[in-house]
């Protein structure tokens, strides 16, 4: 069984709207683009390095229309590397419409989102969900993610579409490794989801020692 990667460019009040550019997803939203002023080349190449391994990714509809609209269009420029690997791999869409599938690889995902997902995984080792905030809230809601990636930026914005904007139920996560700052203060954090959900204890029980003498 492979691993679903959920990848996401977050505020610090974990807002993870239209981060690339204004036209991502305009309607009512003022700040689309934020991340741009903050990306530097420590996150850029934290960004690479995410996506190793990557054998297919699984998409919202507007994510998927616009990388759709971008990627196939860049291989031999300056994103050479990336634009190579999402041309070559399978693309899932998760989508009630009738998306445009002429990205060469590309796949609508059936109503049954749950099983497919599970389907997905069985069938590639590493697969990355990259934005899609609509479909990341039911993967968060129905525990179908083993990996969860978030590049946290030094912005709170105060509105917008948060990560977790109805779209999660108690759960544990482990730090998979340190958590790596860039120059422009954004931090990286890579989880793990664990079993079980979380505990619960009180800090001023006399066990506890707090203010004790040895």
Do not use: C
């Not at 960004?47 to 616009?66: K, P, Q, S």
């Not at 070559?88 to 869409?93: A, H, L, N, T």
């Not at 749950?114 to 129905?142: F, P």
Request: charged content about 20%; glycine content about 14%; proline content about 7%.
């Amino acid at each position: 069984m492979g691993l679903i990667h959920i990848e996401l460019f977050a505020t610090l009040d974990l807002v993870g709207q239209s981060p690339g550019g204004p036209d991502e997803d305009p309607v009512g939203f003022q700040f689309g683009g934020w991340q741009a002023p903050l990306l530097d080349e420590v996150a850029g190449a934290q960004v690479m390095a995410a996506y190793e391994g990557t054998d297919a990714l699984l998409l919202g509809r507007r994510t998927y229309d616009i990388f759709a609209a971008y990627w196939p269009h860049q291989e031999g420029g300056q994103d050479n590397e990336i634009a190579t690997l999402f041309n070559s791999i399978p693309k899932y869409v998760a989508s009630r419409g009738r998306p445009d599938l002429s990205w060469a690889g590309s796949t609508q995902v059936g109503p049954d989102l749950a099983g497919a997902v599970r389907a997905i995984r069985d069938r590639h080792q590493h697969v990355k969900v990259v934005g899609s905030l609509n479909l990341v809230q039911t993967l968060l809601r129905e525990k179908l993610f083993d990996r969860l990636g978030l590049w946290v930026h030094p912005i709170v914005l105060g509105v917008g579409k948060k990560v977790f904007d109805g779209g999660a139920v108690p759960a544990n996560l482990t730090l998979l490794e340190p958590p790596a700052a860039s120059p422009t203060g954004t931090v990286y954090l890579r989880y793990g989801l664990a079993e079980g959900t979380p505990g619960t204890g009180d800090m001023s029980a006399p066990d506890r020692g707090a203010g004790r003498d040895g």
